[in-house]
């Protein structure tokens, strides 16, 4: 029965296991010549989707070289493999045509409220001609070819209107990024182009659970910043590697995590986390932005609580600048 999976998929998995073995031992003739048996078993157990299971399982059992193999909720797995390669191929076609492109999410200063810094956000335009966030896209590319092209492109594209703006650009770059040392050197070579704007650059650091050289990382801080970059930490205050990070990478700018900022108003634990964040920052000289202030509220408390910087829907969507 059904309910009886658990323990039933015990005795079926010896027994398909000393089926495959039983029939692999046998050999059979046709015509006089002989032929050894060799098969691939795929199973499911359930009410649902059976064939699909079963199907996408002995693709699944071929590849891992399985003889005898559980395919349960396979074809889910077969349906989220091709949705990845969907978007992957999406990702292709849009670096082909320049179709990864940054849009600018305006940062104000807390005491002047004028726009002193930009974020640079990617952004796909499919073939629809709709602007993809990338959470749509971004995951996805990060094992293939294609994520150091579109770091490249956003690299690339956000150095160009340094010369077109007065205002400093924040980029992202993750630890994977810096690890590859054809982006390593490509932001180089954008820093000696444009040596005349370096100063308005921040590069800010994405947490990355796969980072694995930290050397590396720490060594081009230190050279980046001695061409003028800022360095910022994302997301601090989400983890508890935050205040490492911050020893580690030795920042400018920490940016406090939106989970902290949007519910401030509502929620004394993260105001007083939030007032801690700030007077660690003032003390170790770093200037602090509140990502996800989206009320005239939330904005005043972070004033009086002595953010720095502000940024969110309040003060302006990610939008492309259209300044060609």
Same mark, same amino acid.
């Given at each position: 029965?059904?309910?009886?999976?658990?323990?039933?998929?015990?005795?079926? @998995?010896?027994?398909?296991?000393?089926?495959?073995?039983?029939?692999?031992?046998?050999?059979?003739?046709?015509?006089?010549?002989?032929?050894?048996?060799?098969?691939?078993?795929?199973?499911?157990?359930?009410?649902?989707?059976?064939?699909?299971?079963?199907?996408?399982?002995?693709?699944?059992?071929?590849?891992?070289?399985?003889?005898?193999?559980?395919?349960?909720?396979?074809?889910?797995?077969?349906?989220?493999?091709?949705?990845?390669?969907?978007?992957?191929?999406?990702?292709?076609?849009?670096?082909?045509?320049?179709?990864?492109?940054?849009?600018?999410?305006?940062?104000?200063?807390?005491?002047?409220?004028?726009?002193?810094?930009?974020?640079?956000?990617?952004?796909?335009?499919?073939?629809?001609?709709?602007?993809?966030?990338?959470?749509?896209?971004?995951?996805?590319?990060?094992?293939?070819?294609?994520?150091?092209?579109?770091?490249?492109?956003?690299?690339?594209?956000?150095?160009?209107?340094?010369?077109?703006?007065?205002?400093?650009?924040?980029?992202?770059?993750?630890?994977?990024?810096?690890?590859?040392?054809?982006?390593?050197?490509?932001?180089?070579?954008?820093?000696?182009?444009?040596?005349?704007?370096?100063?308005?650059?921040?590069?800010?650091?994405?947490?990355?659970?796969?980072? @694995?050289?930290?050397?590396?990382?720490?060594?081009?801080?230190?050279?980046?910043?001695?061409?003028?970059?800022?360095?910022?930490?994302?997301?601090?205050?989400?983890?508890?590697?935050?205040?490492?990070?911050?020893?580690?990478?030795?920042?400018?700018?920490?940016?406090?995590?939106?989970?902290?900022?949007?519910?401030?108003?509502?929620?004394?634990?993260?105001?007083?986390?939030?007032?801690?964040?700030?007077?660690?920052?003032?003390?170790?000289?770093?200037?602090?932005?509140?990502?996800?202030?989206?009320?005239?509220?939330?904005?005043?408390?972070?004033?009086?609580?002595?953010?720095?910087?502000?940024?969110?829907?309040?003060?302006?969507?990610?939008?492309?600048?259209?300044?060609?």
């Amino acid at each position: 029965p059904f309910n009886d999976y658990m323990e039933t998929q015990k005795n079926l @998995k010896v027994y398909f296991d000393n089926f495959v073995e039983i029939v692999n031992r046998r050999i059979f003739f046709i015509d006089e010549t002989e032929y050894d048996l060799n098969i691939v078993l795929s199973y499911s157990f359930g009410k649902y989707m059976l064939f699909e299971d079963v199907t996408q399982g002995l693709e699944e059992a071929i590849v891992g070289n399985k003889s005898a193999y559980n395919s349960s909720d396979a074809s889910i797995r077969g349906l989220k493999l091709a949705k990845n390669t969907e978007i992957i191929q999406m990702v292709k076609i849009a670096l082909d045509n320049y179709n990864i492109i940054p849009y600018f999410q305006p940062i104000i200063n807390n005491k002047t409220q004028k726009i002193e810094k930009y974020e640079s956000l990617v952004r796909l335009i499919d073939v629809n001609n709709r602007v993809l966030s990338p959470g749509e896209f971004l995951n996805v590319t990060k094992k293939s070819e294609f994520y150091s092209q579109i770091t490249r492109r956003v690299l690339e594209n956000s150095f160009k209107i340094l010369e077109k703006i007065n205002t400093s650009i924040s980029i992202n770059l993750s630890a994977l990024d810096i690890e590859k040392e054809l982006t390593r050197e490509l932001v180089y070579s954008l820093l000696d182009r444009y040596k005349g704007h370096s100063h308005k650059i921040v590069f800010e650091l994405l947490e990355d659970e796969e980072a @694995k050289d930290f050397t590396v990382i720490k060594k081009f801080i230190r050279k980046v910043k001695k061409q003028g970059v800022k360095i910022a930490l994302d997301d601090f205050g989400s983890g508890y590697s935050s205040f490492e990070r911050v020893l580690l990478y030795e920042p400018d700018i920490i940016k406090i995590d939106g989970s902290l900022i949007k519910n401030i108003e509502y929620n004394d634990s993260s105001r007083n986390l939030v007032e801690t964040i700030v007077i660690f920052a003032k003390k170790q000289k770093i200037k602090t932005i509140a990502e996800y202030v989206e009320n005239e509220t939330i904005f005043n408390i972070l004033k009086d609580i002595g953010i720095d910087y502000s940024q969110g829907f309040y003060f302006g969507k990610p939008e492309d600048l259209k300044l060609n």
